[in-house]
């Protein structure tokens, strides 16, 4: 399996490489053409800034042993369908908790509507509806639940079983601490 997943990711590097800096001639209209893999997308670049992160911040005086990234965040998903049916069209805690323990034992789990996303639309676009987007931030108990969850999510969109639609989402992992708090307040 690692030997067909590094030829994908070979073979997606090449083809947006490929693609970056084509010209294209739209009815008269010259353009150029940009590739790119967003991070979102591309799982051991971000296992990379973790590892920088992590590195670069236990520089020095180290209090405890090795750290490493624990939560992951969800943004843009569909908040209908993190809802439960016929009780509220609102993401629900119970729904995201079943679908992110299967990955492995849940510490915290943060799901809210998602009213920053699609703001960076100019107005004279259609633009999208905040409401109908939610916000899931998980954090595992283990690195390993943490690390598989991720790996599962990037590139990925979601499809609503028993239909054809489906989903793009942005995932990454904690940068910020999100559950920071909580944690501090539990030792």
Known sequence: MKRLE??????????????DGIEINLE??????SVEIPVSDDFERMRKDWEELYAFRNRGYSRGGRQEPDTIVLIGVPSR????????SK??????????STFGKIRN??????????????????G??????????VQFEKYRDFYNALKVQCGRSLQK???????????????????????????
């Open 6 to 19: 590094k030829k994908f990711l070979d073979w997606r590097r090449y083809v947006a490489g490929k693609m």
């Open 28 to 33: 008269g209209v010259k353009y150029n053409l």
């Open 81 to 88: 369908w993190f809802a439960e049916p016929r009780v509220s």
């Open 91 to 100: 993401p629900s805690m119970l729904v995201a908790h079943t679908i992110f």
């Open 109 to 126: 789990l943060n799901v809210a509507e998602d009213d920053d996303f699609g703001k960076e639309i100019d107005e004279d676009d259609l």
């Open 128 to 137: 999208i509806v905040s409401s109908l987007h939610s916000k899931v931030v």
């Open 161 to 187: 079983q028993g239909s054809r639609l489906s989903a793009d989402y942005e995932v990454t992992w904690d940068k910020d601490g999100f559950f920071q708090n909580s944690r501090s307040q539990n030792q």
